[in-house]
């Protein structure tokens, strides 16, 4: 195959792809308010988070640790010269715990003067979620993890509150390392 062949079929797999990741949920936005959101998979859960807060996903990578952080800090990334601390959830939520695939996404979070990333294990698309059919929670979420949820839609989709994230000052590592 000549190289104008391979590129016309790499377009159209974007473009089908586009397609799939662009498409509304009928069903569930008939009507009333929604939110755009960007869904993706964390130790085998559904999780999302309203669009509005994401600046954008990139590949986990290039991730360097810092020493004396809390076991929930994976360290840090140089984004276009902006320096970003990442989280891992899984850590932070207590979940398990699996070896990062070529999947794994850091998603840049930012609201007012605050970013940063979270280490997601694969990214599945953005979707509208109608307001009305989100729950506030469900007894099973408990801790921590029930602290940064702001629904539950459908049966399995946990929604979290990318506001609480950025502004909880727990997050925030100040300390200063004594020898």
Known sequence: MNDSVL?????SKFRDRAKVLARREKDETAGGETIGAVE????GEKYAIASEYVREV????????IP???PWVLGVINV???ILSVIDLRVLF??????ATRTARIIVL???EME???VADAVTGARTIAIDRVQAGLPTLTGIRAAYLSGVAGEDLVLLDAAKLLADKALLVNEEVTE
């Open 7 to 11: 590129a016309e079929r790499k377009k």
């Open 94 to 99: 207590e979940l398990p715990r699996e070896a």
């Open 40 to 43: 993706f998979r964390l130790a």
């Open 68 to 70: 004396c952080t809390p």
């Open 80 to 82: 276009r010269g902006q």
């Open 110 to 112: 930012r609201a007012d």
């Open 58 to 65: 990139l590949p986990l990578k290039g991730v360097a640790t």
């Open 116 to 118: 940063l990333g979270i």
